[in-house]
């Protein structure tokens, strides 16, 4: 059953920013990528970057700049070969300047659950 709310106005996201709002006891990032928004987890699938302070987005792709891995915001998937995983999205609709995501259920990447911490070092050691 969908859950939906009232994140945010658009005009709140400026074109080709990302914005970090919580969302009852999580958090969620709204990106703008000029030819529409998107809604997801505020972190990156690979290491946990904060996508709202590493993330930058450049036509319709965005780029998490710890380790470059991309995603085209167009199509949801996968923009570049390093990139190992997609993002996972929510459903996000606009509807008199606002903006409403469907958070029936909190999205969460596999290393989330894990209870080890990686690091760069154990990454790349």
């Known amino acids: 059953m969908s859950k939906w709310i009232k994140v945010c106005l658009a005009e709140d996201v400026p074109e080709n920013k990302i914005k970090k709002f919580p969302v ?9 990528y000029g030819d529409g928004l998107r809604a997801f987890p505020p972190v ?3 290491m946990r970057e904060p996508l709202d302070v590493s993330g930058f987005i450049d036509n319709d792709v965005l780029t998490c700049g ?3 891995w991309q995603w085209d915001l167009r199509a949801c998937t996968k923009a570049s070969k390093m990139t190992e995983e997609n993002l996972l999205f929510y459903e996000l609709k606009e509807e008199d300047g606002g ?9 969460s990447y ?5 209870e080890e911490e990686l690091d760069d070092d154990d990454f790349f050691g």
């Open 66 to 68: 710890k380790h470059i």
């Open 24 to 32: 009852g006891d999580f958090d969620i990032v709204i990106a703008n």
């Open 44 to 46: 990156c699938p690979h």
């Open 99 to 107: 903006i409403f995501v469907d958070i029936s259920e909190q999205l």
């Open 110 to 114: 596999a290393w989330e659950e894990e």
